[in-house]
């Protein structure tokens, strides 16, 4: 894996890489917040069935999907964003991906 950080936030180009060496995914960070492209990260909360989240924000919706582990989609969720919230819907679910630090990194 390969991410910029700025101020002790996430910013820049994050690059997740298979294990042979080759790109996976490619995600976009400002301050923090998830601009773009998809995301692995930690649990929110100490689970011991959830692995990780993935986290892919395009420019009109944000998907999200819990992993867990034994590698199964446990929850698949897609919000439109809207004005009055980035994730709006996604964080009525307790799903709240607003500031993303290195140790949310799966």
Same mark, same amino acid.
């Given at each position: 894996?390969?991410?910029?950080?700025? =101020?002790?936030?996430?910013?820049?180009?994050?690059?997740?890489?298979?294990?042979?060496?080759?790109?996976?995914?490619?995600?976009?960070?400002?301050?923090?917040?998830?601009?773009?492209?998809?995301?692995?990260? =930690?649990?929110?909360?100490?689970?011991?069935?959830?692995?990780?989240?993935?986290?892919?924000?395009?420019?009109?919706?944000?998907?999200?999907?819990?992993?867990?582990?034994? =590698?199964?989609?446990?929850?698949?969720?897609?919000?439109?964003?809207?004005?009055?919230?980035?994730?709006?819907?996604?964080?009525?679910?307790?799903?709240?991906?607003?500031?993303?630090?290195?140790?949310?990194?799966?």
């Amino acid at each position: 894996m390969q991410y910029e950080i700025a =101020n002790g936030s996430l910013n820049g180009t994050l690059i997740r890489y298979n294990a042979d060496g080759k790109e996976q995914h490619r995600a976009i960070l400002k301050s923090g917040r998830l601009e773009s492209g998809t995301i692995f990260v =930690n649990p929110k909360y100490h689970d011991t069935k959830v692995l990780y989240n993935i986290v892919n924000k395009e420019t009109d919706k944000v998907a999200v999907k819990i992993i867990d582990v034994e =590698n199964r989609v446990v929850l698949k969720a897609e919000a439109l964003l809207m004005a009055i919230s980035k994730s709006h819907y996604l964080n009525k679910l307790d799903v709240n991906f607003d500031y993303l630090g290195a140790r949310d990194l799966y």
